[in-house]
């Protein structure tokens, strides 16, 4: 067993938190605010190579796993830039097209997930299918050798910023019983497709949208794989990762909340020359904290390394544990801060309260804490469905 990271996998830690602190907190709030995005970092991250750490070295990138994009997570996340966007375009889109796309999108597209300059966001949820993905109801349908996309997607990421949008559907002769799906990658700007901005109490950079099909016409290279069979593990292909980056996002969201009120309870004081740190009903629940975040840091270590094994089947239960156990550290790490911090937690410039909303938000996208809970309950424990 070996809890070290490689040489290089140090010294990328290294380098993203460096690049992480360079912008920090105050930035990613800024540009919340402003209704901006964070582009000045996903660019200078893109160039220095940390947006392609996972993708083959043929097209560009840097030939390492999901550990690796993972350290990428944890660590913009630790200096308070949780980017929402590193779940999807790299670990979600770039894995689905460099093990299950042809040889023709791998060429056109992973070269841009490489670099960073091609983003492309994930669109799964649907209004009435919610977490029972069979329900999908989005139909895709042939028309000559073209295909046509119908649907309504919600709460999809980032859909304004992206050049594509992965689109899960579904055959038209495959609309009930288990789900089948097609997955397509949708240029953003597709005559048919149209979005409404969601208003979500969520101090992010990074927007939901409503996504509207309608009748969207695609050649027939936007379906992603060479058949109709590749859809269901290309979609599978993609669950692992963004379990894992989401929890590492998690964990290094907490990391940041834990050290902002560290450093603040070590040198408050107000009664006499005692800190309030060093009273115990304010550093242990922030030492509870710390070590709930420090456990799901392991889950999602032995995730990530038994992903990038090939161990997909066991990748799967770490993972879903990484992300249960991550999505409540975060939560219970941003929620101690605040406490620890008193009237400061609650201002913008202290910096925690500004991440209430994101880390609520991570128990319930991208799968539920209580669907975790489901999978755990009958893949690990054996019990029965219940719906
Ligand atoms: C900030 C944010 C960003 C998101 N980004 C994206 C994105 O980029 N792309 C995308 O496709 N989706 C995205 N989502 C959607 C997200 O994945 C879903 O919200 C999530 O999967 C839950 O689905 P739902 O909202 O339809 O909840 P529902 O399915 O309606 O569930 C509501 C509640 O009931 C619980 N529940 C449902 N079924 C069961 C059951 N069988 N047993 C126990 N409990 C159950 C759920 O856990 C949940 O708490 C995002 C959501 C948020 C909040």
Same mark, same amino acid.
């Given at each position: 067993?070996?809890? !070290?990271?490689?040489?290089? $996998?140090?010294?990328?830690? !290294? ?42 070295? &043929? ?13 990428? #997570? ?6 308070? #830039? ?71 997607? #919600? ?52 927007? @939901? ?14 379906? %992603?794989?060479?058949?109709?069979? /590749? ?6 292909? *993609? ?19 834990? &050290? ?28 509870? /904290?710390?070590? $709930? ?16 094994? *090939? ?47 994101? %880390?609520?938000?991570?128990?319930? /996208? ?16 054996? @019990? !029965?469905?219940?719906?």
């Amino acid at each position: 067993m070996n809890f !070290d990271l490689t040489l290089e $996998q140090d010294q990328l830690r !290294d380098a993203v938190r460096a690049l992480g602190r360079k912008y920090g907190h105050d930035y990613f709030v800024t540009k919340a605010k402003a209704g901006e995005h964070t582009t000045e970092l996903w660019d200078e991250a893109g160039r220095l190579g940390y947006l392609g750490v996972n993708i083959p070295t &043929e097209y560009g990138g840097g030939g390492g796993g999901i550990t690796e994009l993972a350290i990428v #997570c944890e660590e913009l996340a630790a200096a308070g #830039c949780p980017l929402l966007l590193l779940v999807v375009s790299p670990a979600i889109a770039a894995t689905v097209i460099a093990k299950h796309g042809t040889d023709g999108q791998r060429k056109r597209f992973l070269p841009g997930f490489a670099d960073g300059s091609l983003k492309v966001v994930f669109a799964i949820t649907e209004p009435e299918a919610g977490s029972n993905f069979h329900r999908l109801g989005t139909v895709a349908r042939r028309d000559g050798d073209d295909w046509l996309l119908s649907g309504r997607k #919600c709460y999809i990421s980032g859909v304004d910023e992206a050049r594509y949008v992965l689109v899960v559907a579904r055959t038209e002769d495959a609309s009930t019983g288990k789900l089948k799906p097609a997955l397509f990658m949708v240029p953003t700007d597709a005559p048919g497709l149209t979005r409404s901005k969601l208003d979500m109490e969520i101090l992010s950079p990074e927007n @939901q949208f409503l996504l509207y099909l309608d009748d969207v016409r695609l050649p027939a290279d936007a379906l %992603v794989g060479e058949s109709l069979d /590749a859809g269901l593990p290309a979609l599978f292909a *993609g669950l692992n990762p963004e379990r894992i980056t989401v929890a590492a996002m998690g964990a290094g969201t907490g990391r940041y909340a834990i &050290e902002r009120a560290s450093e603040y309870t070590a040198t408050r004081k107000v009664w006499g020359g005692r800190s309030i740190g060093s009273h115990q009903g304010v550093s242990h629940p922030l030492a509870h /904290a710390a070590v $709930q975040v420090e456990l799901a840091r392991l889950m999602i270590h032995k995730a990530a390394t038994l992903y990038d094994a *090939g161990r997909d089947l066991e990748a799967g239960v770490a993972g879903n544990m990484a992300k249960y156990a991550a999505g409540e550290a975060a939560a219970l790490a941003v929620d101690t801060a605040v406490q620890a911090l008193g009237g400061a937690g609650m201002t913008t410039e202290y910096g925690v309260a500004t991440l209430l909303g994101a %880390v609520r938000a991570g128990r319930i /996208a991208p799968v539920s804490r209580e669907m975790i809970l489901n999978f755990v309950a009958q893949h690990v424990l054996g @019990q !029965d469905k219940s719906y």
